[in-house]
């Protein structure tokens, strides 16, 4: 049975939009794609952005699936944020805006953290922190991380920052897997008005693991906290080190850190990255996404806990000495208007976020953000999750007032950047609502048939990536094998993200859900986010997901979870619609046979909905890992919703 990507009416409306304003023919950027592809020289030019101490020999050394990128060369990434900017007039322009949940602010210039990275790297070389050795970072979101990240990296140590919302559990899990000698926490961090007591659950957590030999803390919220012999004062350390630390001269392929993945799909890995090379692709990645002019104030609202904080918050635009927004808290606290009213403050120019908070946003009501002056936004970003086209027709029109492009930037923890954007940096092209539109210059992503044949244009398929680039990680930490297996054995030599896919006839990347997602109904596959995007193109429903059971004819029958918008109830009359507007906008095949009401959906705690839970509850079969879940009371919420269905149909 065909393959065909056949979107019908409304569906297809949404998706085959192009929005043109302003926009450019394409050919420099055709141009610029085909002759990155062709020579290898590309990646050098990008390479020679940076300052290296000596050059390397060789540009790639290719041993499937090892790669290491400009051989020999020696670098620092914290020399090339922080001394660099030192010889230009970045030296007092503001790095971090920084504000706290409580509104308390912090303004820090690209030399004030020249000063702090520099003593803290000191006082880590005091405790014995050298070259290879690795850091467990966990911190809120303030200053102080990118300051212990900067110090790590000055040292040529590996950092391995776990985003602070993590149990005891998940920390003891990193730690002894990474065996790092110290971590970094404070005593608390501030969510929602109430502090979390960080140094407790550090403390509770190291009880397991034999590798640390240093606890230090930064005194954030002066609660009280136990003393062990083992514990240091942040500001001690700091308050006795000398000013300034030499940057260690690692080779181009040395591990700048160390990164577990969001877990949505399973167990997190633990993702390598060397430094010349993430650091190239890293420079190049943000220059043509972002095109951060000295003026710009960009926010990326991610947590440095996540990959995209890594990239995007500390080395991509730091690199560029870009000023930068931090905020420490929740995004609707204390009322849910708390992103706009930043923008308005600040005149945030960039803002880079996710489809799930903007769901959130959507869900509450545009009199928020139209209550306050977005004026100053000229670009706007997405990532994470495919962005449903009513959910980017909403950020279009509502934030971006219809003047703002939007980029689509579709990547991984592994990919080290975005592999698949838009480039406003390079040239503007149409936007289609819900497509990242197209791979980056020296990304060659092509879309694969279950048996690794290419795919004609408008079929979809499994995304790969044919040629190593130098944002790719070098392993999985200590485990070479696995890393073999799960990115390079589907098709062989070539990089397997695990993401279902298609590129249409404009030549335009739709990513269409996770492979492990894809659903087998009546002999066609269905990527998940082409039914959540039809869901969420109802008026109703704020949030989708969908998952399968087995299916005597039809082979597997399709299961939504659904939340509603605000005015809005639960009811059988809205079910039948809903399975109306399924039939009306997608087709027969899309209709859902079993649909459940939830109030909330099982998340992991960077916000990607953890279909894997929904397939185990209606499959009745275990749930697996869920050390990365956000809020456990949404796997209840839908095993009771599944329960109670199931009681009335029995
Ligand atoms: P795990 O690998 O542990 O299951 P994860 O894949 O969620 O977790 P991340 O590296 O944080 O870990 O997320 C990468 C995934 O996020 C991609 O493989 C893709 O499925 C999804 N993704 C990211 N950005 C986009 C985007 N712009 N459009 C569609 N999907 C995206
Ligand atoms: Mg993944």
């Keep these: 049975m065909s393959e065909g990507f056949k979107p019908v009416k409304l569906y297809e409306e949404n998706l085959r939009l192009k929005i043109t304003k302003g926009s450019m023919d394409g050919r420099k950027l055709r141009e610029l794609r085909k002759n990155a592809l062709k020579d290898m020289k590309f990646w050098e030019e990008q390479a020679n952005s940076l300052t290296w101490f000596k050059g390397w020999n060789n540009i790639l050394e290719w041993n499937p699936p090892f790669a290491r990128w400009f051989v020999d060369g020696l670098i620092n990434a914290s020399y090339n944020i922080l001394d660099k900017h030192m010889e230009t007039n970045v030296k007092n ?24 990275v520099n003593k803290f790297a000191n006082g880590l070389k005091k405790l014995g922190i050298g070259k290879g050795d690795r850091i467990t970072i966990y911190l809120p979101m303030i200053p ?7 110090a790590s990296a000055r040292l040529g140590a590996i950092h391995s920052i776990i985003f602070s919302g993590f149990s005891a559990q998940s920390i003891a899990d990193r730690i002894n897997n990474s065996q790092s000698k110290v971590v970094i926490t404070a005593d608390g961090g501030y969510r929602r008005g109430k502090v979390i007591k960080l140094k ?29 012999s083992i514990d240091k004062k942040w500001d001690d350390i700091v308050n006795n080190a000398d000013d300034y630390c030499e940057p260690e001269n690692v080779e181009s392929n040395h591990p700048l850190f160390i990164l577990y993945t969001s877990g949505t799909t399973g167990k997190p890995k633990g993702v390598v990255h060397g430094t010349g090379g993430y650091l190239t692709y890293a420079y190049s990645t943000t220059k043509w996404i972002f095109d951060i002019k000295p003026n710009d104030v960009y926010w990326c609202t991610a947590d440095i806990g996540w990959v995209t904080g890594h990239t995007y918050i500390v080395y991509g635009p730091m690199l560029h000495g870009a000023t930068t927004i931090m905020y420490e808290g929740a995004p609707d606290y204390p009322k849910v208007d708390r992103f706009w009213s930043i923008i308005e403050k600040y005149k945030v120019s960039i803002l880079y976020t996710t489809p799930t908070a903007l769901r959130m946003f959507m869900r509450f009501g545009n009199q928020y953000p139209e209550s306050h002056d977005l004026s100053s936004l000229r670009l706007l970003g997405t990532v994470g999750e495919p962005i449903n086209p009513k959910v980017w027709q909403w950020y279009y029109k509502i934030i971006g007032n219809e003047r703002c492009p939007i980029v689509d930037t579709w990547w991984q923890t592994e990919t080290g950047a975005a592999m698949i954007s838009g480039v406003p940096g390079i040239e503007l092209v149409p936007m289609k609502p819900g497509s990242a539109t197209f791979p980056m210059p020296g990304i060659d992503a092509v879309i694969f048939d279950e048996e690794g044949k290419e795919v004609p244009p408008n079929t979809k398929g499994y995304l790969a990536i044919r040629k190593p680039w130098p944002g790719m990680l070098l392993t999985l930490w200590n485990d070479d094998e696995k890393y073999r297996q799960v990115y390079w054995s589907r098709f062989p030599n070539m990089y397997y993200p695990g993401d279902y896919a298609l590129i249409d006839d404009d030549g335009y990347l739709w990513l269409l859900g996770r492979a492990d997602d894809v659903l087998k109904v009546a002999g066609h596959r269905i990527g998940t986010a082409e039914l959540e995007s039809a869901l969420v193109s109802h008026e109703s429903v704020a949030e989708a997901a969908v998952g399968s059971k087995p299916h005597d004819i039809k082979g597997e029958s399709i299961i939504a979870f659904l939340v509603l918008r605000e005015g809005y109830t639960s009811n059988e009359e809205l079910k039948n619609v809903i399975v109306d507007h399924m039939r009306n906008v997608v087709g027969p095949i899309a209709t859902p046979e079993e649909i459940y009401f939830v109030n909330k959906l099982p998340k992991t705690r960077s916000g990607k909905i953890m279909r894997r839970l929904l397939r185990a509850v209606v499959n009745e079969s275990p749930i697996g890992d869920i050390t990365t879940m956000e809020d456990s009371t949404a796997i209840d919420e839908v095993k009771k919703a599944y329960d109670d269905l199931k009681k009335t149909i029995r």
């Design 93 to 116: 322009k503001i790095a971090i805006l920084w504000e706290g949940e409580n509104e308390e602010r912090r303004k820090l210039t690209y030399n004030d953290l020249y000063i702090q």
């Design 200 to 228: 407790e659950i550090v403390d509770d957590a190291i009880r397991s693991c034999d590798s640390i030999k240093n606890v230090i803390t930064f005194n954030r919220t002066n609660i009280d906290t136990p003393i062990n």
């Design 144 to 150: 102080e991380l990118p300051i212990a990240m900067l």
